[in-house]
Structure formats: C-alpha cells, structure tokens
C-alpha cells in the first residue's frame, strides 16, 4: 500500500483539532473517509498513530513522530505547486511586526518558506507586544504585523484571522484527570494552576472563567512558556494552553498530556493586520498572499488548524 497525500492531509487534520468528526466537516467530507484513512496509515506503519478517548482522539507517540514528517511532506508540496515564476518575481521590502508568541512558535517556518516562494523579496522582523505593534501600524513604522487577532484594539487596523489555535488542558503524564472519561472547567478550578501572562494570555483566559461561577487556583503566574510546561510536566500544576505553543516534553525531558475540555474554550486566533485605506505594495500582496492561500484557499494542504 503507497503512501498517499489525501492521507497525509486528513491525518494533519484530526491530529490538529483532536476530533475525527470534526476534522470531517473541515474537510467536506465523510467521517468514513477520515476514519478509513487514518486505519490505513496504520496499517501501513504498522503503529498506532492516534489514542481514542470519549472527547476526542490524541496523538501516540508515533503519532507525534509521524506528524513533524507529514508537515515536511505536504510543505515541500506546496512549495512546488507555488514555485514563482523568475519571470514575474516580486521585488521589495517588508517590515513586519509580530508577537512573542507568533514570533517564537508559529513564524519562522513560514518566513523560511516565504524566502523560498520569494527570494527577491527582503522582510526585516520586529519581535513587540501587541499595543506596540498597533501603533507602529497606524504610524507605518512597519508595513504588517502578524498577532493574536482576539485582542486587536485599534479600529484604524484591518485584520485577517487566519486560523483558531484550539486551547486544551496541560497535565503531566498520569496525571488522575486522563482517566475521567470528560473533563471540565469545574475539574480543572480543584487543581493548582499555572497561568501564563505574556501575550495577553491572563486576560484572555480569565475571559473565559468569568462566564462561569468559578475561578482557577493560581499557584504560579509566568510570562515563561517553558516554565509553565516544566511546572506542569513536573505536576506542579494544570494549565489551558493553545495546541500552537504546546510540545509534548518538557526541557527536563518529562511528557505531558493534553485533553479536550467539555466547557467551550475560544480559540487562539493568529493573523495579519495592516492599517486600513493603505495601497499595498507588491511586497505587501505577496506576504498577504501567502498566508491566504496556505490557510484560507480551500485547496491548500492546510486550512489553518492548530500547530505549525
């Protein structure tokens, strides 16, 4: 049996949003379809790709393996259905803006292959928060900036959302909680947690609680991504993060495991701003361009899920 890319996609599918229904109406297709393949990837590899629980699918660690080699696949791709033409080759500079949290786990993968599908374009980056990044838009200090959408203040911006990083609960490997057939809001307020605060992340999340009548019991607030995935890894503690930032092992080496909760949890939105009324530059469309065609066209590999 050969290896096919219809495998590869719905398998990037229901490894990023944790659901084989639901990776099903992503793809407008059966979730026959999406069930079938992924047995025959199995099959294949003769190793379990995915874990099923009551609330969804997660990832073995073959699974996880298999995931970082179909991202490769599929990019290289879509690499070679987008090779430029030298002939009609865009020419110019960018300046872009992003967020620490886009900036260290979501951008400079696409910035790799946007030099790829561009060479003669030059992007020069900024690493700022999001108020600065809204002001250097507005006064054109940069031409675009890439963020979290969700906490976009400034009316004089356009943005572009992109796709919805799905939030889960960080525990550690074995932790009691694996083995409730769901979890809820309601669980997760009787445990230490651990918030994280950069981007945003505390406002956002505290969003979120205060439509419920509970509160999370704050035991650590770090602006360190790594020391949250330590401390929970270590069992110091839970926490609700987005599948973008999360890696199953922590810098100790010590595993940690994600679970879908019941309560409905909003996503992390990531996408490109730009201040409103401006004229693009080419440089500008294609970066644009780039991102709407790899995660907005309906025929991309991807359609904007979860993890880069």
């Not at 099903?24 to 099959?43: D, F, H």
């Not at 704050?218 to 330590?230: F, G, M, P």
């Amino acid at each position: 049996m050969a290896l096919t890319i219809r495998q590869l996609k719905y398998f990037t599918a229901v490894a990023e949003v944790g659901r084989i229904s639901q990776a099903a109406v992503q793809l407008n297709i059966s979730q026959s379809a999406v069930t079938t393949s992924v047995r025959e990837l199995e099959e294949m590899l003769h190793q379990s790709l995915f874990e099923r629980h009551a609330h969804g699918v997660e990832l073995t660690h073959a699974g996880r393996r298999f995931l970082s080699h179909a991202y490769a696949v599929l990019a290289a791709i879509d690499v070679a259905e987008r090779m430029p033409n030298e002939e009609t080759a865009v020419e110019g500079r960018l300046t872009v803006a992003a967020s620490y949290t886009v900036l260290g786990y979501f951008l400079p993968h696409h910035l790799q292959r946007f030099a790829q599908l561009h060479p003669h374009i030059h992007v020069k980056v900024h690493e700022a928060v999001r108020q600065d990044i809204e002001e250097g838009l507005v006064t054109r200090r940069y031409d675009m900036g890439l963020m979290l959408t969700s906490n976009v203040a400034l009316t004089e911006l356009s943005i572009e959302t992109f796709f919805g990083s799905h939030r889960r609960l960080w525990v550690c490997s074995k932790h009691h909680l694996l083995k409730n057939p769901e979890v809820t809001l309601a669980d997760v307020a009787k445990e230490p947690y651990v918030m994280l605060t950069v981007d945003e992340a505390a406002a956002a999340a505290l969003k979120y609680w205060s439509q419920t009548p509970l509160q999370p019991d704050i035991r650590l607030r770090t602006s360190s991504v790594e020391a949250a995935r330590s401390m929970v890894a270590n069992g110091m503690g839970v926490s609700i993060l987005s599948d973008m930032v999360y890696r199953p092992w922590s810098l100790e080496g010590r595993r940690i495991e994600t679970i879908n909760l019941r309560d409905e949890i909003p996503p992390m939105n990531v996408g490109l701003g730009w201040k409103q009324g401006i004229d693009f530059s080419p440089a500008m469309t294609a970066f644009r361009n780039y991102f709407k065609q790899h995660f907005l066209d309906p025929g991309s590999t991807r359609s904007g899920r979860g993890r880069p």
